[in-house]
Structures are given as C-alpha cells and as structure tokens.
C-alpha cells in the first residue's frame, strides 16, 4: 500500500518537528546546567573564558570605532581647516574624503582596541580558571588574584613608578573582589557549592527557588 502525500497533515508534522527539536534544546541546556551548577557562570573553563573574551572584544571594538571615527574627525578638520572649500561640489568631496578617512581611522582603532581588551579579558579569566583548578576550589579570592597578576604585568610593562603600580594593583584587586563576590553570589543563587559558606556556616547548595519553597 503505497502512502498518498496529498493525504499528509504537513502542518502537524512541523509542528511536531519543531517540538522535538525545543525538547532537545532544553535537554540539551539542563544537562549543560546539571554538569557545571559548580562551575562559574554555569559554564565550563573553555566556554566561558572563550565568551567573556569574545565579548570584551567586542565592545572594545565598538567602543574604540566610535572613539577612532571622533578622534579621526578632529585631526581631519584640524590638518584642513586652512583649505576648506567654498562651493558646493567642494563640500561635497570634503565631506566624502573625511568620510573614508574616518572609516580607515576608526577601524583601525577599533580592530587594536578590540583586540587588547578581548586578549585582556580571556588573559583574566584563564588565569581565574587555572587557579581554581589548582585550588580546587572557587571563590573571590581567585578571582582577585586573577585581575592582580594581568595588573602587575601591566604596571610592569610600562616602566610605571611603584606608587602608581601599587595604586593599580590595589583597585584591581577591589575590582576582583568584588566581581568575584558578584560570581559567588550567582552561584549560590543558583545552587551551586560556595564553600566557604558550607564549611564555616553550614549552609548546604540549594536553589535559591528551593530554599523559599513552602
């Protein structure tokens, strides 16, 4: 017996398509949830160091387009403000080779921007990740050291007096501590093992959702 296409519910079988692949999807986002609640963010090292990076760059990369478009204008205006044009075709073309000149600037310093924050940023958290490995644990205090060392390197690298290095490295590391407590509270919100709270208060992993559960 041979199956009629005609006589095919084609609606139905989208929709039953479509509900299989959202089933999949959630099954596939709680058994990442299920594998990392101890985990940062809820996402595994290599994830979440590869996303924070990548984001980092690229609001750096907009940040500096902007910043390289305005700062590119200036230095237009400045090297022929004793040229400027007086009729309408030359306005015309003034116009359209700071446009291009602009564009060339601002991406170019969008691109170096981008690029320092984003290797910043994955520099940070990889070393974040490296320590509570080695720690085998996770809390702020590696997250502190994590944004002291790239500091250290920095000041380091600048020659910069060691009042001004310290000065940096101490309002990195109130940085760091206080992302780093922004990441411990995530985590036990989200259920996840913070362990100084276990240990020194007795307060065990539970869903925040759980703990208000009547």
Known sequence: MSLDPKGLNDRRINE???????????????????????????????LRVALLGGSAGLIGGVGGLIHGWQTASLKYLASNSHRLPTTYNGWFFYHRRKMYFCLKQSMATGFKTGMRL???????????????????????????????????????WH?????????????????????????????FIRGGDVWYLN????????????????
């Open 16 to 46: 039953d398509a479509d509900g299989m692949q959202r089933d999949s999807f959630r099954a596939d986002v709680k058994e990442l949830e299920d594998d990392n609640v101890n985990e940062r963010l809820g996402l595994p090292p290599v």
């Open 159 to 187: 020659r910069m007096p060691q009042v001004q290095a310290k000065d940096i490295i101490k309002k990195g590391g109130r940085m760091g501590i206080l992302f780093g407590l922004t990441q411990d509270l995530l985590q």
């Open 118 to 156: 984003g290797t910043f940023v994955g520099f940070m958290f990889g070393i974040e990740a490296v320590l509570d490995k080695s720690r085998g644990v996770t809390d702020f205090g590696n997250t502190m050291m994590a944004v002291c060392v790239p500091g250290f390197f920095y000041a380091w």
């Open 199 to 214: 240990r020194f208060f007795g307060i065990q992993p539970k869903k925040l959702r759980e703990r208000f559960a009547k």
